[in-house]
Each structure stands twice: as C-alpha cells, then as structure tokens.
C-alpha cells in the first residue's frame, strides 16, 4: 500500500495538467498538485479548505457556481473551454474535467485543469486566415471552382456564380463539367486529372454555358 501511495504522489505531483482534490461531502479542496499553482500563481494554501467557486480564478466564473450541484447530479462534469485569469491577471483558457468516485468508502472530486490557451489561440488565428482568404476567393475577378476527387463543386466564389447566373445551392454538389459545352470532353480531361494520368493544365480556352442558356 505504502508503494501504491508513492506512486499516486509521484504522478500526482508530476502530471502536466492541473489537479484539485475535493472532499465529496463539503466539495472543499484538499489537495493541489504543483503544476495547479504553477499554472494559476497562486500559493498551495490558498487552495487547501475553500470550495471551488470561492477559489479566486473560478469566483468569476458562471459555470463553476453550480458545480457541485452539477456533479453531485451527473457525477461527471466536463467545460471544454472555461476562461480563467491567473494571480497576475493574465488571461488563460482551460478545459475542466471533473468527476467523483469513492475511496476507502469516503467519496472524493477530482478537478482536471488543462491549459488550452496556446490551442486556443492557434484556432483563432486560423479562424482569421481562413476568413481572409474567403474575402479574397469571394472577391476575386475571377471566377473560381473547387471540386472533390469526384468532380463534384464544393465551392464556388462569387464571380463564377455571376458570370454562370446561378445560385450557390444550385452549383454545388454538381460535376464540374456539367457548364461545359463541351460536356463529354470536359468530364473525360478532369477525370484524366483526377486520377493522375493527365498532368494540370497551365490554362486553356474553355465555353460554358449560362444558366439562361447564353
């Protein structure tokens, strides 16, 4: 038992997320692993005795007000993304996982606190490109199509559906050739494409026909 202890302590005091234990009676904390105080600034003993919603970097937060409730009900209890702030008043964004279970017959709460805020802030700057580059597919003078590995539109910028006269919920999920007058030559030079035996063509002269049959 003593070796099964240390070994607890030793992941305990090690793990790279965030721990809180709480005593599943009065939801009062009584442990704090060392990567906890390091992630949030504040001392081990301002932790120790204090529920959760009275811990500084949760007394803000709307979600943890219940928690104990909510737990108590669900007996699992996940916040995939809650927002914190350290001691210092930095803001961090975490996931919280928390569930109970019984130990020697005496129920206790584990809290798992994991700092996203790096994967966060990497979401929103690829939310930000990516709404760049629409503006600019929307935009562009040209007109654009991107179709799947069957040919099918999957996008369409805003200039195509002009110059064809269509709607966005009319071209897409349709063969690309499909606008092509010259149909069956259309559809066998990008099924050449696709399946690789016909290198991409730099450029080519190409008719189309319009939705009002131009």
Known sequence: MRVSDI?????????????????????????V??????????HYHEF???????????????KTQNFFRELQKEGYIRYENLSLQTKEKKPIDVEFVSNAYDVDGKKV????????????????????????????????????FEYDN??????????????????LEEILGQPVWKFAVEL??????????LAGIMPPARGREQTYRRKDGT
């Open 150 to 167: 069957q040919g099918r539109i999957t996008s369409v910028n805003r200039t195509e559906l002009e110059m064809l006269g269509y709607t």
């Open 33 to 42: 692993n060392p990567y906890m105080v390091e992630m949030l600034g504040y």
């Open 184 to 193: 069956d030559e259309a559809r066998h030079r990008i099924l050449a494409k």
């Open 109 to 144: 709460i584990q809290c798992n606190i994991r700092d996203i805020t790096g994967r966060k802030r990497a979401e929103e700057a690829l939310g930000r490109s990516e709404t760049k580059f629409y503006e600019l597919f929307n935009d562009a003078p040209v007109g654009y």
């Open 48 to 62: 120790l005795g204090k529920k959760l919603c009275d811990v500084s970097p949760f007394r803000e937060t709307e």
């Open 7 to 31: 070994r607890y302590r030793r992941l305990f005091e090690s793990a790279k997320d965030g721990i809180l234990l709480l005593d599943g009676e009065t939801a009062e904390i009584t442990d």
